[in-house]
């Protein structure tokens, strides 16, 4: 299942979801060789990368393995999305796509005026979008929601706005920003949504099995999936879309030890990105997602999560806890 944003090919549907502190360079390369057909980024400031800030320019890193890749960009002024768009295009030479974030909704990041409170003004912000769009040398992608709460459902004008500024492709969370990550998606008001649109139509919420992805799809006609919070400690749910959607098999789940390897394999990655350091103190609250579900694993998954302070202090944690977990099955 192909589809194109401007005149890239995307070999498939599964695109995987910027998340803040989760989608850095090492967490992409791992997932990618799962079967991701897009990546993207961790929202990145456009004031981080004009003021030069060390660590905003390090949410740039990226390799040719990777591609095609989206950076994702967010503010709340078109001069100073623009500059980033600037320094985005020297800097970063695997970029294929720049992703304007509007779909946010972390009071931080709304009440500057980013993210997801863009979305109050679908005219103002068609205007912002066609201006970046006239300036990047790649085509502009975006994130949406629904609008900012259930009385002020706005999609459908942003979508308008946004097809005419010349927005590429749009992902749509089915979730108001008010909603944040809770209650259900909003999935009924999608209904055939991508039949009506001129660009690729991306869904997103609470994609955690390959059958809430098929159905998400199918309901709203999109293109593409994005899997956010269910891929993590879950990369085999990557595997699965993406194979179901090129030859309609269907993988079975990862066994408890196929996850142990999983679950290292992605700390060995962090630590190459990061240093041991830094990557374990990050890795505290992925590692235990690998084993969530599993009998006899909250032991290990609590060793995880407060006791990891090298990559030989976790590989001994997972292979005693699976070896107890297998002795018990």
């Given at each position: ?5 401007g ?7 599964v ?10 360079f090492?967490?992409r390369?791992?997932?990618?060789k ?25 949410y ?6 990777e ?8 503010g709340?002024?078109?001069e100073?999305?623009a ?13 294929d796509f720049?992703d304007i ?11 500057n ?9 679908p ?7 066609s201006e970046?769009v006239?300036?990047?040398p ?18 459908l004008?942003v ?9 590429s ?10 909603q ?11 209904k ?5 649109m ?20 199918e309901?709203?006609?999109?293109s593409?999936v ?15 879309i ?5 030859s309609?098999?269907r ?7 196929e996850?142990?390897?999983?679950a290292l394999?992605?700390a ?24 969530t579900?599993?009998p ?13 302070k ?8 997972i292979?005693n806890?699976?070896?107890v ?5």
């Open positions: 299942m192909k589809f194109s944003i005149k890239i090919e995307i070999a498939g549907p695109i995987l979801a910027p998340m803040a502190g989760i989608t850095s090492g967490y390369n791992f997932m990618k799962f079967g991701c057909d897009l990546t993207v980024t961790e929202m990145v400031s456009d004031c981080g990368l004009i003021y030069e800030n060390e660590q905003t320019i390090e740039l890193k990226s390799s040719e393995n591609r095609p890749l989206a950076i994702q960009l967010f709340n002024k078109t100073n999305l500059k980033a768009i600037e320094i985005v295009s020297k800097t970063a030479k695997n970029c720049i974030n509007l779909g946010c909704p972390v009071p931080k990041v709304t009440k005026g980013a993210g997801s409170a863009l979305l109050k003004d005219k103002k912000l068609g205007k912002m979008m970046l006239s300036i990047s790649v085509p502009v992608t975006a994130k949406i929601r629904l609008g900012w709460n259930n009385e002020n459902i706005n999609f004008q979508i308008d706005e946004l097809e005419k500024a010349g927005i492709m749009i992902a749509v969370h089915a979730r108001t920003v008010k944040l990550y809770g209650g259900k998606p909003q999935w009924e008001l999608l055939d949504l991508g039949k009506t001129k660009v690729p139509l991306v869904i997103s919420g609470d994609i955690y099995t390959l059958d809430d992805a098929i159905s998400a799809m309901f709203t006609a999109a593409g994005m899997v956010a919070r269910g891929g993590i400690g879950n990369p085999r749910l990557v595997a699965q993406h194979e179901y959607y090129q309609g098999a993988l079975p789940d990862a066994t408890i030890e996850q142990a390897q999983y394999e992605l060995r990655e962090m630590v190459l990105d990061k240093g041991e350091e830094k990557a374990m103190r990050i890795y505290r609250s992925i590692g235990p997602k690998f084993f579900g599993f006899n694993s909250k032991t290990m998954r609590n060793a995880i999560a407060t006791s990891i090298t990559y030989s202090d976790l590989e001994t944690i292979n806890g699976v070896n977990i297998s002795l018990d099955k």
